[in-house]
T-cell receptor
């Protein structure tokens, strides 16, 4: 089954404790992206990657890091999480050439930073 | 810069038509999308339209695009309670996969 998976689905942590949210897709997509969703603000892009070893900042990259060492994986790293990073995070992927560049979304990771 | 605006909430009765509106600012947008987010889930693509089209129909869904006014709408005919969700409008430039999303419209369908 074609899908985007994220782990963990739920995470409660404390300020300053490094964490990684994993994202993996099995559709051989070149493009992958991370978004955060907050009430009243909609989806905002954090980072994206056009292909392996190619990453770029989105609209809200501060406090986050990413890496793209393999095509299928695109982990999101919070080196020193803060409470304002409490949010719902979505990973997405798409083929650079596809049906209108349709993005496939993962199920989301709900992060709470205390 | 790019900006996508949507009304935040729409309430309709089951069986009625729903119309969700969206405006965008970037006239060079080539692809315009509607995504649906059900409670506790990620976003799923509902439909999309190229900027050289005025209308696209897909079963109960009709997308209208007014390029002059940079206005996009999604009409859902015979709305069902299962259509209750958040609907996101999004735009993308030709050759790029980066999407700019609106804040989403929550559609509530009552029996």
């Amino acid at each position: 089954e074609a899908q985007v998976t994220q782990n963990p689905r739920y995470l409660i942590t404390v300020t300053g404790k490094k964490l990684t949210v994993t994202c993996s897709q099995n559709m051989n997509h070149e493009y992958m992206s991370w978004y955060r969703q907050d009430p009243g603000l909609g989806l905002r892009q954090i980072y994206y990657s056009m292909n392996v070893e190619v990453t770029d900042k989105g609209d809200v990259p501060e406090g986050y890091k990413v890496s793209r060492k393999e095509k299928r994986n695109f982990p999101l790293i919070l080196e020193s999480p803060s409470p304002n990073q409490t949010s719902l995070y979505f990973c997405a992927s798409s083929a650079n050439r596809g049906r209108g560049n349709e993005q496939f979304f993962g199920p989301g990771t709900r992060l709470t930073v205390l | 810069g790019e900006d996508v605006e949507q009304s935040l909430f729409l309430s309709v009765r089951e069986g009625d038509s729903s119309v969700i509106n969206c405006t965008y600012t970037d006239s060079s947008s080539t692809y315009l999308y509607w995504y649906k987010q059900e409670p506790g889930a990620g976003l799923q693509l509902l439909t999309y339209i190229f900027s050289n089209m005025d209308m696209k129909q897909d079963q109960r869904l009709t997308v209208l695009l007014n390029k002059k006014d940079k206005h996009l709408s999604l009409r859902i005919a015979d709305t069902q309670t299962g259509d209750s969700a958040i609907y996101f409008c999004a735009e993308a430039l030709s050759g790029y996969s980066t999407l700019t999303f609106g804040k989403g419209t929550m559609l509530l369908v009552s029996p």
